[in-house]
């Protein structure tokens, strides 16, 4: 029975590379099984069809983000009304969300221990307490840990070397972490298309 982890990475078998950048995925090289999972993994890869590529960037950022097909459907019929495009408002409102936030500020090395101790009550945003992984970040927001509730969590999130995009401000010392804007698409680190994503729900 394959363990949590190799689990999570059974969809980048697929795709041919690892979606976080994790150094222990099958996909990096010298690694076994850098090949997609089942009895033909390991023969050519078919050209998919238009379908089949939409398909497969709509599940890489369902994948990436770990949500659930009613979550990211819900996200996009959110992101395509009003004005702006809903490319990019689909990509800042997943962005935005409390366990990408913590994420990205480093104060958890990977999404899935974001949403972990975003549930389990470790994060607050503006001083409360907020246990809610979909709780959408606004503008001048600071989420943080409070070193003394949390103190293990404190101390491992000071010591990240993650790469802090712009959008973010963050003090790693005082475990904070404030949303100075909202991300532009180009400044989101994640390997999907997001048009493909926007067409796939629109056809």
Avoid at 49 to 76: D, P
Wanted: net charge positive; aromatic share 8%; proline share 5%.
């Amino acid at each position: 029975m394959p363990t949590a982890s190799q689990a999570k990475h059974k969809f980048c078998r697929r795709i041919g590379f690892c979606l976080w950048g994790c150094p222990n995925c099958p996909t990096v090289k010298g690694m076994a099984r850098a090949y997609a999972a089942g009895p033909h993994g390991k023969g050519r890869r078919d050209k998919l069809s238009t379908y089949g590529e939409l398909l497969i960037e709509k599940q890489k950022l369902r994948n990436y983000y770990a949500i659930s097909e009613k979550q990211l459907q819900i996200a996009y019929a959110k992101a395509k009304s009003g004005s702006g495009q809903a490319g990019d408002k689909l990509f800042c409102g997943l962005e935005t969300r409390l366990d990408a936030v913590v994420f990205r500020a480093g104060f958890a090395p990977t999404i899935f221990a974001s949403k972990q101790i975003v549930n389990h009550g470790h994060i607050l945003v503006d001083g409360k307490r907020v246990d809610r992984s979909s709780y959408q970040v606004r503008e001048g927001q600071v989420v943080s840990i409070d070193p003394a509730k949390s103190p293990v969590i404190a101390e491992n999130a000071k010591k990240s070397n993650a790469t802090i995009p712009a959008y973010l401000e963050v003090d790693l010392e005082n475990c904070k972490a404030t949303l100075v804007r909202k991300p532009q698409v180009e400044e989101i680190p994640v390997p999907v298309k997001i048009m493909s994503v926007v067409e796939y729900y629109a056809r």
